[in-house]
């Protein structure tokens, strides 16, 4: 079978960091993937691995490490347009689609 | 132009109804992407094209026919539905690659309401 766990709820303070976790096992791997989805729009993109290490694109990083099947988002200096769904996806081959979606982590920023 | 564009926005349809959910993109990818989306569930891939030629369809039930006219455009057929088929329907597209960045760009969705 193939299952991504990620927290299902996580409440941080404007400004702060926080770090939400996906662990997977899956019957194939090609990287790992987050996306943003804030309510009644569509997922975007933030972050992607393929290998062992940290990716940084501005307050958003991600980490990966295939040996643990483990990944993590960072996201810091918080804002309050943070609050969204986060999805882990673990793409399977060269489709970035066809991934296997995390059943998300709904991020509430507060004052 | 980045965008994946989706119509109609919204829909509402009866289960002995015939419709169709289209979706474009002119980012030269070459992949394609339906996506399922319930409510504060997360996407549930449906059918993926790659080179125009159908190449996943992840047991959906038949009520759904895709159809790729050419490499930017993708449609899905809808026939007798069921109320249980209410959901976001998600376009997505990227492109093919063995290195760099491996993202899928998003539609903004189809809102089908089975009544």
């Known amino acids: 079978g193939q299952s991504l766990e990620q927290p299902s709820e996580v409440t941080a303070v404007e400004g702060a960091i926080v770090q939400i976790n996906c662990t997977y096992q899956t019957s194939g791997f090609y990287g790992l993937s987050w996306y943003q989805q804030h309510d009644g729009g569509a997922p975007t993109f933030l972050s992607y691995n393929a290998l062992d290490g940290l990716e940084e694109t501005g307050r958003f990083s991600s980490f990966l490490s295939r040996s643990d099947s483990y990944g993590y988002l960072l996201l810091q200096e918080l804002q309050m347009k943070d609050s969204a769904s986060y999805f882990c996806a673990v793409s399977k081959n060269t489709n970035a689609g066809k991934s296997t979606f995390g059943d998300g982590t709904t991020l509430t920023v507060k004052p | 132009d980045t965008e994946v564009t989706q119509t109609p926005k919204h829909l509402v349809m009866g289960m002995t109804n015939k419709k169709s959910l289209k979706c474009e993109q002119h980012?030269?990818?070459?992949?394609m992407y339906w996506y399922k989306q319930k409510a504060k569930k997360p996407p549930e891939l449906m059918f993926v094209?790659?080179?125009?030629?159908?190449?996943i369809n992840e047991s959906v039930p038949s009520r759904f026919s895709p159809e790729c006219p050419n490499s930017s455009l993708l449609n899905l057929h809808l026939h007798a539905l069921q109320p249980e088929d209410s959901a976001l329907y998600l376009c997505?597209?990227?492109?093919?690659?063995?290195?760099?960045?491996?993202?899928?760009?998003f539609g903004q969705g189809t809102r089908l309401t089975v009544v």
């Open positions: 980012m030269g990818h070459r992949a």
């Open positions: 094209y790659s080179y125009e030629k159908l190449s």
């Open positions: 997505a597209s990227s492109q093919p690659t063995t290195r760099g960045r491996h993202r899928s760009f």
